[in-house]
């Protein structure tokens, strides 16, 4: 894919694939009946199959075919037909066969593409193939002395390999794609995305080349486990790779890790390749035959996808296709922009609200939106006092300040004109914040007229100033007013006034 000079980084450009592991949120693990719970005492959720005791078979797992098929339908896959479990054979202390269970010629999800914006652009993002497998288990090193612990707990947890081309050309752009496809997976139920847990894990291959040349050999980051991790991870490797390739050495392709104290990547071993595993198809499992009608039966009980929601805000409200994207995010924060928004009607105004002021809050305090302290409706009640002009934009941000704290000055305040479409409690609450701080805007005309002449007459070399043709004087005379009104002049109020006076 090309991309724009401007992202060049030191004359070379940037070309990035991702593989990413997603843990499947089964109740059994892929091949046998044991449980997939996080956190157990160690090899207490293993059994014979997962242990590869002699004389033990694998029995595929239906529910996680279900969440393949899942996967595939929400990104625009072929979901194959028939597809095959292969043998992916290396040796590793935590894996008892001696042998990973995964599918290599013939994986059950087939192309499809994340599409996603980075800041307004549009971006897309082409899958080469989802494919199952199961995890392995985890060597424990650092609880013995001169040992190294086995806990098989995770050994065959389903996991989905996710492959994209790598169509990615800076490290801003791979974070989109990982957190579009975080949503997508979480989005649909397949996987609770939890990456402390290790649930949601991204592999980055990273290269650079000379724009227009061959691609460069690549080395792959290994279990990136947070979006900011991943950023400073692939910003050094470009750089590491930028400065070895300036230096005149050549790359080695390589699997590496990434160190966050160091915010350096180190190289783990030598990448192996596809020979390297000796692959064959699994004897003990036939091929995964999927009909079509089990794809039907699946694709009924999806829930509305992200991109079809945010084309429905964009056809239902009017709203930016940008905006629209942006609500899409979870289906909590989807769901209360649509309570908001129906209830006072202002649907660009309350988007407005929770991309700006409700975000910025929910970021600093590290909270997501199912947890917001204020409710849709008293924001909805909000955007309305703004929009009827008893409150500015300002003021608004104080009312919402007051909520945001748990602030209560009662209800039963000052009456107000009634805002029929919202509960009675949400306009209570606010509109007693709204007279208690005294946040209410003057919209006595009379009263404004006054303020003007009186701003006018003790200033009148601006008033001539503006006259004379010099703008900022009439920026400098609104100030003043506002000023004059103590900040509940309603400014277009004021802007419309003042003007009217000085022609």
Not at 29 to 56: H, M, W
Not at 430 to 445: F, P, T
């Amino acid at each position: 894919m090309s991309s724009s000079k401007s992202l060049l980084v030191q004359g070379y450009e940037v070309v990035i694939g991702f593989e990413t592991h997603a843990q499947l949120a089964t109740q059994s693990k892929i091949f046998s009946r044991a449980p997939t719970a996080f956190g157990a005492e160690p090899n207490t959720q293993a059994c014979a199959v997962d242990l590869a005791l002699p004389g033990t078979l694998p029995v595929m797992n239906r529910e996680a075919v279900a969440h393949a098929i899942r996967l595939g339908l929400a990104l625009g896959s072929h979901i194959a037909e028939q597809s095959v479990f292969a043998r992916k054979n290396y040796f590793y202390p935590d894996l008892p066969k001696g042998y990973q269970i995964s599918q290599f010629e013939i994986p059950v999800v087939q192309g499809g593409e994340v599409g996603f914006f980075l800041g307004d652009e549009k971006k897309t993002v082409r899958l080469v193939r989802a494919h199952l497998e199961e995890d392995a288990g985890k060597s424990l090193h650092e609880e013995f002395h001169g040992m190294s612990g086995i806990d098989l707990n995770r050994a065959g947890t389903p996991l989905l390999e996710i492959v994209t081309e790598p169509d990615m050309r800076s490290s801003a752009e791979a974070v989109a794609y990982a957190k579009e496809l975080h949503k997508t997976v979480t989005w649909i139920g397949i996987c609770d995305g939890n990456m402390q847990e290790g649930s949601f894990r991204c592999d980055a291959n990273v290269s650079v080349r000379k724009p227009g040349g061959e691609l460069g050999t690549r080395r792959e980051i290994k279990n990136l486990n947070s979006f900011k991790f991943m950023q400073q991870a692939i910003d050094y490797e470009v750089r590491w790779q930028i400065e070895q390739i300036e230096d005149g050495h050549a790359i080695q392709q390589a699997t590496v890790l990434f160190d966050p104290d160091t915010g350096e990547t180190r190289a783990m071993r030598t990448k192996e390749d596809a020979a390297d595993y000796r692959y064959f198809p699994d004897p003990d499992l036939p091929p995964l035959v999927i009909a079509r009608d089990w794809v039907d039966e699946v694709k009924a009980s999806m829930p509305e996808l992200p991109r079809q929601m945010a084309e429905r805000l964009v056809q239902t409200y009017g709203l930016p296709e940008y905006d629209a994207t942006t609500l899409t995010q979870s289906p909590a924060m989807a769901a209360y922009f649509e309570t908001a928004a129906k209830a006072c009607g202002q649907p660009k105004l309350v988007s407005n609200w929770i991309m700006g002021e409700v975000s910025r809050r929910l970021n600093e305090e590290g909270l997501d939106i199912s947890s917001i302290p204020v409710d849709a409706q008293k924001l909805a009640w909000l955007v309305g006092r703004i929009d009827d002009g008893t409150i500015s934009n300002n003021a608004g941000r104080k009312v919402l300040d007051s909520l945001w704290s748990g602030y209560n000055a009662g209800v039963g305040g000052a009456s107000m004109a009634p805002m029929t479409a919202v509960g009675g409690d949400a306009g209570s609450a606010v509109d007693s914040i709204i007279e208690s701080l005294g946040l209410k805007q003057m919209n006595d005309s009379g009263a404004l007229e006054k303020i003007i002449d009186e701003v006018m007459a003790a200033n009148a070399p601006m008033v001539e100033q503006f006259r004379a043709g010099k703008d900022k004087a009439f920026n400098a005379l609104v100030g003043m007013v506002m000023k004059a009104s103590k900040g509940k002049a309603n400014p277009q109020q004021a802007n419309d006034l003042l003007r009217q006076k000085l022609q």
